[in-house]
Nanobody, 126 residues
Framework: EVQLVESGGGTVQAGGSLRLSCAGS???????FGWFRQAPGKEREGVAS???????TYSDSVKGRFTVSQDKAASTLYLQMNNLSPEDTAKYYC?????????????????????WGQGTQVTVSS
C-alpha cells in the first residue's frame, strides 16, 4: 500500500515562493514520482517528475522556476516553486508509481501513476 500526503500549500503574492512536500510510504526500490496540478475548469496537467535515479522532467510552463527533489531517507518528495504567478494557482497533487518514469511530465499522462495524494491548494494573488 502506498500513501501520499501533500502539505505546504497556501496563499502567496505574485513573485513569491512556496515549497510543497509529499510524505509517502512505499516499499519499492524503483519508482517514479510526479507533481500535477489542476485549476478550476481545467484538466490536470503535469508539472514535474523525478524517479529513483533522480532523473527529472518539467513542463515548459514551470521550467526554470520549479525544482523537484526527494529525500529518500525521509520518504518525502518536494516541489520548490519560485517566482510564482497567478497562472500557477491550482490544487497540486503528488503521484507515484513503481518503476521508472515512462513519459515526460509535459505529456501529463495521469494514467502513468497509480497512487495519488489528496492535493494541496496553492493560490497566487496578483
Amino acid at each position: 500500500e502506498v500513501q501520499l500526503v501533500e502539505s505546504g500549500g497556501g496563499t502567496v503574492q505574485a513573485g513569491g515562493s512556496l515549497r510543497l512536500s509529499c510524505a509517502g510510504s512505499w516499499e519499492y526500490n524503483t519508482f517514479c514520482f510526479g507533481w500535477f496540478r489542476q485549476a478550476p475548469g481545467k484538466e490536470r496537467e503535469g508539472v514535474a517528475s523525478i524517479d529513483s535515479d533522480d532523473q527529472t522532467t518539467y513542463s515548459d510552463s514551470v521550467k526554470g522556476r520549479f525544482t523537484v527533489s526527494q529525500d529518500k531517507a525521509a520518504s518525502t518528495l518536494y516541489l520548490q516553486m519560485n517566482n510564482l504567478s497567478p497562472e500557477d494557482t491550482a490544487k497540486y497533487y503528488c503521484a507515484a508509481d513503481p518503476g521508472h518514469c515512462v513519459d515526460p511530465i509535459q505529456e501529463g499522462r495521469t494514467d502513468d501513476y497509480g497512487y495519488w495524494g489528496q492535493g494541496t491548494q496553492v493560490t497566487v494573488s496578483s
